[in-house]
């Protein structure tokens, strides 16, 4: 069985993901460099929505992300918002987590330029 080659799947062409929108990244030669977190998204808004963790999002921020967002491409928001390095220890069953609204993620985070700086020498 071949494996199929999809072209330009490149997290840089994204304009999703946490390198364009969750932080400062270096673009080097097409490949993506040093990567700074976004520390301007406010956390405890109002409109924050708090999710019990249950065994359909145990160790699942991908479906967290989709359930509330309608994209799982969203899922850098679920993590970066609550720190989320581990999520064996982090998102096991019983424990809550805090999201942003669809609202704010779509009118507030999403809405910033993307933050790339190229490096590339020539």
Same mark, same amino acid.
């Given at each position: 069985?071949?494996?199929?080659? =999809?072209?330009?799947?490149?997290?840089?062409?994204? +304009?999703?993901? +946490? =390198? %364009?929108?969750?932080?400062?990244? #270096? %673009?080097?030669?097409?490949?993506?460099?040093?990567?700074? /977190?976004?520390?301007?998204?406010?956390?405890?808004?109002?409109?924050? $929505?708090?999710?019990?963790?249950?065994? +359909? *999002? !145990?160790? /699942?921020?991908?479906?967290?992300? *989709?359930? *509330?967002?309608? #994209?799982? !491409?969203?899922?850098? $928001?679920?993590?970066?918002?609550?720190?989320?390095? #581990?999520? @064996?220890?982090? @998102?096991?069953?019983?424990?809550? $987590?805090?999201?942003?609204?669809? #609202? +704010?993620?779509? *009118?507030?985070?999403?809405?910033?330029?993307? /933050?790339?700086?190229?490096?590339?020498?020539?």
């Amino acid at each position: 069985m071949a494996i199929k080659q =999809y072209p330009n799947k490149s997290s840089v062409l994204k +304009r999703k993901t +946490r =390198y %364009l929108q969750g932080g400062f990244t #270096d %673009l080097k030669k097409k490949r993506l460099g040093w990567w700074e /977190r976004r520390e301007d998204i406010a956390t405890n808004d109002v409109t924050d $929505i708090v999710v019990p963790i249950t065994s +359909r *999002y !145990a160790n /699942r921020p991908d479906l967290i992300a *989709y359930d *509330y967002y309608g #994209d799982a !491409a969203l899922t850098w $928001i679920v993590l970066q918002y609550n720190s989320i390095v #581990d999520t @064996l220890t982090e @998102l096991a069953v019983g424990k809550e $987590i805090t999201i942003p609204s669809a #609202d +704010r993620v779509y *009118y507030s985070v999403m809405v910033n330029s993307i /933050r790339v700086q190229d490096t590339t020498t020539t």
